[in-house]
């Protein structure tokens, strides 16, 4: 199966069991399965597995705030190895396919054993820093009804950081740490760079609310 077949597959059976979600939509897999590619070049990965499992790691859609959340990537891998089995997708490639599907999560919180499985989870990490980080982040606290910060004290200094009730408090319990959580030296270098990006778009938000 080429490349192009495999899209062509993927788009066809996304269109049909994705949920609506504006932060984990189509263009979204798309980006993640673009950061995929550059990535298991620079590495010298599998693309027989990591490109599948780039196109079906969200497959399965679990809301942030559901008690399934952490569920989800398993949930995901379990559906997509199904899809593939149905397609005739090479058999000896479905274990690894699976195991790179569910220790993408962060909230799964599942140890990468594989170099496909670490390539595939920084693909998606790179999707949560950056202009695209920021974006989906501010996406995502609107469509959950999150206030964009606490007005006596935005970036937490004085408080404990809460992004249940905070959109910008998002930043200081998870995405400025994500490029630590880098499994691959070319992923972390590039959530390095979008990290420093970040931080700057904080420094010139703090400027315009007048905050520190």
Known sequence: MTPDQLQDLCLQYLSKVMASDPAHDISHVQRVVQNTM?????ERGDPAITLPAAWL?????????????????????????????????????LPAIFHAIEAHSFSANIETETLEAKIVQDADRLEAVGAIGIARCFLTGGSMGTPLYEPSDPFGNNRQHDDRRFTLDHFYCKLLGLADTMKTES??????????YMRAFLQQLGTEIGAD
């Open 57 to 93: 790691h969200d497959c399965v859609s679990v809301a942030k705030d559901s008690p399934l959340r952490k569920q989800a990537s398993r949930l995901a891998a379990q559906q997509a190895v199904e899809f593939l089995d149905s397609v005739n997708y090479p058999d000896k490639l």
């Open 187 to 196: 992923g972390k270098a590039e959530a390095i760079k979008r990290s420093d």
């Open 38 to 42: 550059v990535l298991t070049d620079a």
